[in-house]
């Protein structure tokens, strides 16, 4: 079974600050690291993505920064919003493998005002 | 277009009854997935199908049943409702297996009392 570990479980930040979700991997062959933003009540909705050719990709105010050798990539939110509130899940999948997409289990961010 | 459009939103069953969750999309993807939804445990495949007329299990395939008859439609079939299965049930659509935008519905959230 393969595995994507997400941490933290919740955070909270002002607004303004930077948000920072960590998450690591098992699998070398994972070749597609998405991350997933889920408001309450919607279903996930994809944020940004990246593959293991490049250690980092923005777009607007998230930032994904990706580091193959430890397994591990991260989702930067500069200048964190009240709007940006929501459940953000990591994935990652690999074509070699023949794997399907794998979830982390989700962090909770809450920017207050 | 209404991208992956999921029906009931909201479902109340008695154990032992059965069920059937629609799922339908619009934008010709051949790839097509359920997952459950539960608190701390991310999302969990429960079958996918990468055509019509194919399917395969995923993660958490007991006690559910799929069927893709035409590349819009992907059903899924609870054929006796269990406690266990309480959660929020999304579809999902994607140009392929791996590495492409996945397309989520807004969720149904099922209850078995």
């Known amino acids: 079974q393969q595995q994507v570990k997400q941490s933290p479980q919740s955070l909270i930040v002002q607004k303004g600050g930077i948000s920072i979700i960590n998450c690591a991997y098992e699998n070398t062959a994972f070749d597609y690291f998405p991350w997933y933003q889920q408001f309450p009540g919607k279903g996930p909705a994809l944020l940004i993505a990246?593959?293991?050719?490049?250690s980092e990709k923005k777009e607007g105010r998230f930032t994904i920064s990706f580091n193959k050798s430890a397994k591990q990539f991260s989702l930067h939110i500069m200048d964190s919003q009240p709007g940006d509130s929501a459940t953000y899940f990591c994935?990652?999948?690999?074509?070699?493998?023949?794997?399907?997409?794998?979830f982390g289990p989700g962090t909770r961010l809450s920017v207050l005002p | 277009n209404a991208g992956v459009t999921q029906t009931p939103k909201f479902q109340v069953l008695k154990t032992g009854q059965s069920m059937t969750l629609q799922c339908a999309q619009d934008m010709n993807h051949e790839y097509m997935s359920w997952y459950r939804q539960d608190p701390g445990m991310g999302l969990r495949l429960i079958h996918y199908?990468?055509?019509?007329?194919?399917?395969d299990q995923g993660e958490v395939p007991n006690g559910y049943n799929v069927s893709r008859s035409t590349t819009e439609d992907f059903p899924l079939r609870l054929l006796s409702a269990a406690p266990s299965q309480t959660s929020v049930y999304f579809c999902?659509?994607?140009?392929?297996?791996?590495?492409?935008?996945?397309?989520f519905g807004q969720g149904t959230r099922l209850t078995v009392v």
């Open positions: 199908s990468v055509g019509a007329g194919i399917t």
């Open positions: 994935a990652a999948s690999g074509a070699e493998l023949g794997q399907n997409f794998v």
């Open positions: 999902a659509s994607s140009y392929d297996r791996w590495g492409t935008e996945a397309f």
């Open positions: 990246i593959r293991p050719d490049v």
